[in-house]
């Protein structure tokens, strides 16, 4: 199977269980929900900038952990055989990117619901989200693969991902901060091109990598 | 690991030197800085150190990838133990100078960002290693983590103190230390130094794995 059909698969595989897709959906309501009672629409753009990283980081943790847990047992060793590593984590990268993008949205406008935007240039706040959610999820796949592999421990994945996530979290925040307060564009454009750098390289080094990882 | 006593010996020389030189050589003469500035000699030399022994253990990881030989995976994961322990000191010591510098032990920098990033990175990388107990499994899974980490790190170490301002020297419009040392006394210790820390460091590895061999031999005796 070349990595197209095995993303289109995993996509199909989704959309007729939907379980993990209702679980993300209800994880966003309910943590945005009681970020905006806790909060009582007092956050200025620096609060709502940082919330938002959060939620989206645990999020996105709580979606990628389990990228890998169909491939265990039968499936795993039959994977083995039948399909190349390098398609496998190809397609992997590309549904949770898919996956993880989705979800930020549907974080970024419930919050947007919930607590208003207090600063502008939505547009631009936008493409730095989607390009942070893309970037935590090429770190999150990889590390999930690293997880499964040592025995699906989900403590696990939190400890491996949270300190590789700093560097996308980090850039993606200022950048979102200084969209917020509408920032000349020369100002946030480098935080831009470092998360996607740092995504392009992530994705590169989970490439080379991920065939060491899928063997006996 | 290379053969021989010269390399321990010169670090050793270059490491006694460095110590007397930096405590009674003339320094500049900065406010703020004041006499702190000797801290120079101990706080980069540790992270040079540090960034070394990092750097082998990912070299000593990719091999175990390519070769599958033992012997690599135990040097990664000993110069991972090593270059910790250098991470540790140069904390310390960079904090100490933060707080008669900066007022703080801690303040959020992107400086101070990369070091907890690197420090957490390699904590997870040890915590990985005890959730299992298959040696090849475990040899084999710490090692792709270990050059993804290192990947990460070493980009986001490079790239985002060159993006926003920070109060560290030789960042973000703060001029390094060349500017500060215009008669190049402080280059007389700070270069020597430098070979010696990173040396000390490999030298406590060699003494890590030859303990680990001599442990393994055993083992097998009994």
Known sequence: MSWIKLTQLSLLLEWRNKSALFNSLLYSIASTYIASVLLTNQAGVQVWNGLLWLLLLFNALTACSSSFKSETGNRYHYYLQWIRPSDLIVSKLIYNGIYCLFVSWIQWLLLFFFLGWPGGWMGWHLLCISLGAIGLSTVLTLTAGIAARSGNNMSLMAVLSFPLLIPTALLG????????????????????????GMTLLSAATGYLLFPYLWRD | MIKGAWWKLTSAVLLLYGLIAGFS??????????????????????WFAMMALFLGSSIYSLRYLRKGAVEDDQKASGAASVGMLF?????????????FTWGAFWVNDPKLNGTAISLLVYLAYFVLRQSMDNPTQKARISAVYNLFAFAIMITFIQVLPRLTDSLHPGNGGNPAFSNYDLDSTMRLVFYPIIIGWIGLGYWILDLRQRWKEINTKLDDNE
Request: aromatic share 10%; net charge neutral; proline share 5%.
């Open chain 1, 173 to 196: 925040v200022k950048a979102s901060i200084l969209i917020g307060v509408e920032a000349e564009v020369e100002s946030f454009r480098p935080f831009l091109t470092g998360n996607a």
């Open chain 2, 25 to 46: 050589f003339d320094v500049p003469r900065l406010p703020i800085l004041n006499e702190s500035i000797r801290n120079l000699y101990f706080h980069v030399g540790m």
């Open chain 2, 87 to 99: 991470g540790i000191l140069g904390l310390l010591t960079g904090m100490l100078w933060a707080k």
